[in-house]
């Protein structure tokens, strides 16, 4: 059973731009979390969603930061205009219920320049 | 939002000593569910041990386990027989059992982490 799939693992993109990250759950899993870590922290929340729907965005900026979870395909977490305080590894976490343990990807490294 | 605090930025232990990680959290909720994660170099999130607030018994998995003080709202991390493999980030989270009715909603929450360096 494959884990957390998450990519790219690097992203490299000039302030102004958009990163688009994404993240394929584990098979069986409907529950996906997008959390950031920032150089010397612990990962903060930013958005927990099931499929279709947002559940809860508590964590995540009012602007430029969007995220999905279609009914097909990957969760995506989309940030426009990126500036350079984006610079961050971003984790998703996938769970097969809401109340259960969560299973992390590898992350993806944003760098702004 | 429930605070967990780590107050170890670094820890050192030698190879098979045993070496505790300190977890505090602050929180009203009764009941609620506690857990250790490891990320080493490869920066991956790798679970190590969980623990049910509603349990009285604390949780081990092999050489990991955990003192679990509810009213202290303390949870510690000890790993036994250390090993080389052992050396990475340990962090502390806790999740509220009950997300309609907590502030913090699914979210885990994170403590800022403990580096441990296991020497030869």
């Known amino acids: 059973n494959a884990g957390v799939m998450q990519n790219p693992r690097h992203l490299v993109r000039r302030r102004g731009q958009e990163a688009r990250l994404r993240c394929s759950p584990m098979k069986g899993h409907s529950h996906v979390y997008w959390y950031r870590q920032l150089p010397e922290e612990g990962l903060k929340f930013m958005v927990y969603l099931q499929k279709e729907n947002i559940i809860d965005e508590s964590g995540m900026p009012k602007e430029r930061f969007s995220a999905e979870f279609p009914k097909e395909g990957p969760s995506i977490l989309r940030i426009q205009q990126v500036v350079r305080g984006d610079s961050a590894a971003y984790f998703c976490a996938s769970s097969p219920r809401e109340v259960s343990e969560q299973y992390f990807g590898p992350g993806t490294r944003l760098t702004v320049t | 939002a429930q605070t967990v605090t780590q107050s170890q930025p670094e820890m050192s232990v030698q190879e098979a000593e045993t070496v505790t990680l300190s977890c505090t959290y602050d929180?009203?909720?009764?009941?609620?569910?506690l857990f250790w994660y490891k990320q080493p170099p490869s920066r991956q999130m790798i679970l190590v041990i969980r623990q049910e607030a509603y349990k009285q018994q604390n949780a081990t998995e092999n050489r990991f386990s955990v003192n679990f003080q509810k009213a202290a709202k303390s949870f510690s991390l000890k790993i036994s027989d250390s090993q080389l493999g052992d050396a990475a980030m340990y962090f502390c989270?806790?999740?509220?059992?009950?997300?309609?009715?907590?502030?913090?909603?699914?979210?885990?929450?994170f403590g800022k982490g403990t580096s441990l360096l296991v020497t030869p």
């Open positions: 929180t009203s909720e009764s009941d609620y569910y």
């Open positions: 989270a806790y999740r509220s059992a009950y997300a309609e009715d907590s502030n913090s909603g699914y979210a885990l929450n």
